[in-house]
């Protein structure tokens, strides 16, 4: 015997408690349930943002805010034009959640804690009567005259209306597939570098503002470097990540970068300003003291790799140790060989081709009555807030649709 409902989100995660959330508010009298494959839901929820929950970012500017968005730039424009991060500061605060800014922009509760914000989306959906089913991995979905069949390992279920909800689940983009829509191949989206490198081996916790390339592509990216003790981290490395995750992975993660710890300043720039510190300095020892604004211990490090002996005085720096010393300021190679997970964020880049959806509703292209939302489709973003914003989007419109 079969259970029905008129909406069924399959994904017990926060974009399928927001869309259900945003469903029944507009239609009370729909009979709306939430399948999750688990024996708790919004876990991830609990994890995101160290247990704090990095709920938006504090852009406003739909224009913006695509630019944070290595896959789905161009298919989100329209979507943030309807529901941007000021609306979701709104939503919760409508719904009894404070939010606040950081310095860098990403908004959690003001509580600090992720708990808030599932508080949040259980009392709503307790207050909504949206019915919670744990324990029901999908086996089968498939469309029935006009009534979508979702079978899981435990129970039968029909629906009027399904919205897929799942994240980054090969499983159910295999079921997806099934149906007839393209999947793009999922591949690690945030992640930073492993090096062993004696340049850096020795400076965890250091961090510069640089440039970093990766050589033999167009992949290029500014902003704070952190060494760690596998390699490198920091918003630069993560940027390159997010950006180049398709031919990163090509790659299999063995590639070079160079790295331009003076960020804008280039070879020949370099070489002239160190010609003008030798003037200046000229009695002072090179190795002792960074003459530009990046730490010593990272200074000492590149004027050994160029050569230079740890006694020699700026007056004694040849031209070819200039030439060394600016090359390793500005164009070092590192060799990269593998990749670490970045702290919990575990974003995936693939998913359903975005061709396949229409955006004005988050419905399939291929069938009717079947919506999107969250990280199922081929949407990423960087670390910040985003992701979560485009799962709050993308619920706010399939609601919207769907009522």
Not at 4 to 18: L, P, S
Not at 63 to 72: A, I, S
Not at 125 to 130: D, F, T
Request: proline letters at 3%; one cysteine or more.
């Amino acid at each position: 015997m079969s259970q029905h409902f008129d909406v069924i989100c399959v994904g017990g995660g926060a974009a399928g408690f927001f869309t259900a959330i945003n469903i029944a508010e507009k239609n009370p009298e729909l009979r709306i349930a939430i399948l999750e494959r688990g024996k708790e839901v919004l876990t991830k929820v609990r994890i995101s943002g160290g247990g704090r929950c990095n709920v938006t970012h504090a852009c406003f500017e739909p224009n913006e805010l695509v630019k944070f968005y290595p896959r789905g730039e161009k298919e989100l424009k329209g979507p943030f034009n309807q529901f941007c991060s000021g609306d979701t500061i709104e939503w919760f605060e409508k719904h009894g959640v404070e939010l606040k800014i950081e310095e860098d922009g990403r908004m959690f509760p003001v509580t600090d804690s992720s708990e808030t914000i599932i508080d949040c989306f259980m009392n709503a959906s307790a207050k909504a009567g949206i019915k919670i089913i744990t324990g029901q991995s999908v086996q089968s979905l498939y469309q029935a005259e006009e009534f979508w069949k979702i079978d899981t390992q435990h129970d039968k279920f029909t629906a009027t209306k399904l919205v897929l909800t799942t994240g980054s689940n090969p499983k159910m983009w295999d079921m997806i597939a099934g149906l007839g829509h393209s999947i793009v191949a999922p591949v690690p989206s945030l992640f930073t570098f492993n090096i062993t490198d004696k340049r850096i081996k020795e400076l965890p916790g250091v961090s510069a503002l640089a440039t970093v390339k990766v050589k033999n592509t167009k992949l290029e990216a500014t902003g704070p470097l952190l060494v760690t003790h596998w390699g490198m981290s920091g918003p630069a490395i993560l940027k390159l990540s997010a950006w180049g995750a398709p031919i990163l992975a090509e790659k299999k993660y063995q590639f070079a970068i160079s790295v331009n710890w003076l960020n804008d300043l280039d070879l020949a720039e370099a070489e002239t300003a160190l010609k003008e510190i030798k003037q200046e300095n000229s009695k002072k020892i090179v190795s002792k003291k960074s003459p530009f604004e990046f730490p010593n211990r990272l200074w000492e490090k590149l004027v050994v790799a160029a050569e230079v002996s740890e006694e020699t005085k700026w007056a004694d720096l040849s031209n070819k140790h200039i030439r060394l010393l600016a090359e390793q300021l500005t164009e070092g190679t590192y060799q990269v060989s593998g990749k670490s997970t970045y702290k919990d964020e575990f974003v995936t880049a693939g998913g359903i081709d975005l061709k396949e959806i229409n955006f004005k509703t988050m419905q399939s292209k291929l069938h009717s009555n079947l919506y999107f939302a969250g990280e199922i489709v081929n949407i990423d973003a960087i670390t910040g807030g985003f992701n979560f914003q485009n799962a709050w989007t993308s619920g706010f419109i399939v609601g919207n649709s769907i009522s």
